[in-house]
């Protein structure tokens, strides 16, 4: 079936340093949605990409959708404690426009 | 708005009695997931709605999961005769169908321990 990927599974930066989490689909997708969750937290919405090579950016954080529509990465630049948790990546299924599968997260630490 | 809402944040149930868990959406919002997720992993797709319709329930799920949602409002997750292995948080998630993708908006969880 339909699986979503995400390297790597953990990540452990000093305050400062740039992070970068990458998420792959077995298939292309129509869109993907990336979340992040806090330690103790529920997944918050953080974007959505839609376009084949689209990048959107919040802030300090970089997302962008693959030309072939088949992956996608989050890039946050001088990570500060506050970016803590977990990242997903999620998107439809092939079959189902509406049914979101998540890929498996990269949880991110940040040492002071 | 005052987010989605579950009920109850953390339920403790012997192997084999049934639990039975509650989520009221954004209520402005049509469609409707439950999800499951374990420690250290992403969450597991279970069923969504629309409206008051089931549109989907994964393959994963026993006959012991079931699901309603009632008049299209808030939902309802019974877990039959459950076991050890349904100890998870079980997450409830709504939002408004759009053409082009819709952001799912998240509740606090219920998490389940099967002792």
């Known amino acids: 079936g339909q699986q979503v990927m995400q390297i790597p599974q953990y990540q452990h930066v000093q305050e400062g340093e740039d992070f970068t989490t990458y998420c792959n689909s077995s298939?292309?997708?129509?869109?993907i949605q990336w979340y992040k969750q806090r330690p103790g937290g529920h997944p918050v919405f953080l974007i959505q990409?839609?376009?084949?090579?689209e990048v959107k950016k919040q802030k300090r954080l970089t997302f962008q959708f693959g030309e072939a529509k088949k992956n996608s990465s989050l890039h946050i630049t001088a990570t500060q404690t506050t970016d803590v948790g977990t990242y997903f990546c999620a998107g439809p299924t092939k079959t189902s426009y509406d049914k979101v599968i998540f890929g498996p997260g990269t949880s991110l630490s940040v040492i002071p | 708005d005052t987010g989605v809402s579950q009920n109850p944040r953390h339920k403790i149930t012997k192997r084999g009695q049934n639990v039975t868990f509650r989520c009221d959406p954004i209520s402005e919002h049509n469609r409707l997931y439950w999800y499951r997720q374990t420690l250290g992993q992403g969450p597991e797709f279970l069923t969504y709605?629309?409206?008051?319709?089931?549109?989907?329930k994964s393959r994963l799920l026993s006959d012991r999961f079931s699901a309603e949602r009632p008049k299209g409002s808030f939902s309802t997750l019974e877990i039959q005769r459950t076991e050890q292995g349904d100890s998870a948080m079980y997450l409830c998630?709504?939002?408004?169908?759009?053409?082009?993708?819709?952001?799912?908006?998240f509740g606090n969880g219920t998490r389940l321990t099967v002792t």
């Open positions: 998630a709504s939002s408004f169908r759009t053409g082009e993708g819709s952001p799912l908006h």
């Open positions: 298939t292309t997708l129509s869109n």
């Open positions: 709605f629309q409206n008051e319709a089931q549109l989907e």
């Open positions: 990409l839609v376009k084949s090579g």
